[in-house]
Nanobody, 127 residues
Framework: QVQLVESGGGLVQAGGSLSLSCVAS????????LAWFRQAPGKEREFVAG????????DYSKSVKGRFTISRDNVLNSVVLSMVNLQPEDTAVYYC????????????????????WGQGTQVTVSS
């Protein structure tokens, strides 16, 4: 029901900025939350940021709060993760994920609860 395609990854220096885009294909009568996860080599996939269908609630992990911003455009069916002041520890493959839900005030941080995933895009931050 939902197909996700990420883009925008690349190589940046510490302190730099990068924006990731995720284009979603979904039915217009479907409501779903969108989130970004990341996974570094040898590490578990971790929650980064999420946003509800209405865009009136968003959630961030403590490690990125204040540096990353998630936003969505339901008309264009896209979600963007704007990242500033990137650090080497942000290096990972970033994945866009979606789950069908009607909740407006909660974002699930468990990757196992998400039903749809993009292919991932690599973000590398050099020092």
């Amino acid at each position: 029901q939902v197909q996700l395609v990420e883009s925008g990854g690349g190589l940046v220096q510490a302190g730099g900025s990068l924006s990731l885009s995720c284009v979603a294909s979904a039915r217009t009568d479907s409501s779903y939350a969108l989130a970004w996860f990341r996974q570094a080599p040898g590490k578990e996939r971790e929650f980064v940021a999420g946003i509800t269908w209405y865009g009136d609630y968003s959630d961030y992990s403590k490690s990125v709060k204040g540096r990353f911003t998630i936003s969505r455009d339901n008309v264009l069916n896209s979600v963007v993760l704007s990242m500033v002041n990137l650090q080497p520890e942000d290096t990972a493959v970033y994945y866009c994920a979606a789950r069908l839900t009607t909740t407006r005030f909660y974002i699930n941080r468990d990757p196992g609860r998400y039903d749809y995933w993009g292919q991932g895009t690599q973000v590398t931050v050099s020092s």
